[in-house]
């Protein structure tokens, strides 16, 4: 089963300054997604970013953006002139495409990690 | 744009009763995922639903059950409630095609407490 691991419980940032998230995942597809969801007090989780595995260019969506290194499997979420409004949970989570994978048949669930908890202080 | 809804956003149920999720998908989704998310934990996979039918099972206690409706909303149906049961219950939505899926979106969650 594709683990994900986020090895960073909590991190804090000055306002404006750059940050980054670190996410690992174990699997033996070739063909995947990871995504990066953010969890705010409010408990609702947003879609930050995606990266299918097959695309070498980095994903970006303006302050945010990975650092996909496919083969050590790891998928950093950077977060440029970080904002009070980013202070939230952040989870990575891992996608296998539907159909067949090693050792399972996967119809598109995620995999998450145990998540980072981001503070922007002012 | 239209999201998810889920009703009831909070239920408070008594240990041993019985609670009905509800899940209403973006227009045109026809894929439903049903997470469970524990007090300071991640989401975890419940079960899921595609074009109505049950197309994948993760760790659901045989207590819960769940369905798709031909207007592609969906149902969890929570039997013998334990304390344990105390939750955040996501529903997300997508899209498939083929043999790929868009990215799903999250519903605001149901907080369920079980007293």
């Known amino acids: 089963a594709q683990t994900v691991t986020q090895s960073q419980p909590e991190m804090s940032v000055q306002e404006a300054e750059t940050v980054t998230l670190s996410c690992t995942y174990d699997?033996?597809?070739?063909?995947?997604?990871l995504f990066w969801y953010k969890q705010p007090p409010s408990r609702q989780m947003i879609l930050v970013i995606r990266?299918?595995?097959?695309?070498?260019q980095n994903a970006t969506e303006n302050r945010f953006s990975v650092n996909f290194q496919k083969a050590a499997k790891s998928f950093s979420l950077k977060i440029s002139d970080s904002q009070l409004g980013d202070t939230a949970m952040y989870f990575c989570?891992?996608?296998?495409?539907?159909?067949?994978?090693?050792?399972?048949?996967?119809?598109?669930?995620?995999?998450f990690g145990q998540g980072t908890i981001l503070t922007v202080h002012p | 744009a239209a999201g998810v809804i889920q009703s009831p956003r909070h239920l408070i149920k008594e240990k041993r009763e019985t609670a009905t999720l509800k899940c209403y998908p973006i227009?045109?989704?026809?894929?439903v995922y049903w997470y469970q998310q524990g007090p300071g934990q991640d989401p975890q996979f419940l079960i899921s639903?595609?074009?109505?039918?049950?197309?994948d099972k993760g760790s659901i206690p045989d207590r819960f059950s769940a369905q798709q409706f031909s207007d592609y909303h969906s149902e969890l149906n929570m039997s013998s409630l334990e304390l344990g049961d105390s939750a955040l219950y996501f529903c997300?939505?997508?899209?498939?095609?083929?043999?790929?899926?868009?990215?799903?979106?999250f519903g605001p969650g149901t907080r369920l407490t079980v007293l």
């Open positions: 699997t033996s597809e070739s063909n995947y997604y």
């Open positions: 639903f595609y074009e109505k039918m049950q197309s």
């Open positions: 997300a939505s997508t899209k498939r095609y083929g043999s790929s899926t868009d990215t799903q979106y």
């Open positions: 989570a891992f996608m296998s495409p539907i159909g067949g994978y090693a050792g399972g048949t996967s119809y598109g669930k995620l995999t």
């Open positions: 227009p045109r989704h026809d894929t």
């Open positions: 990266q299918e595995a097959y695309k070498q």
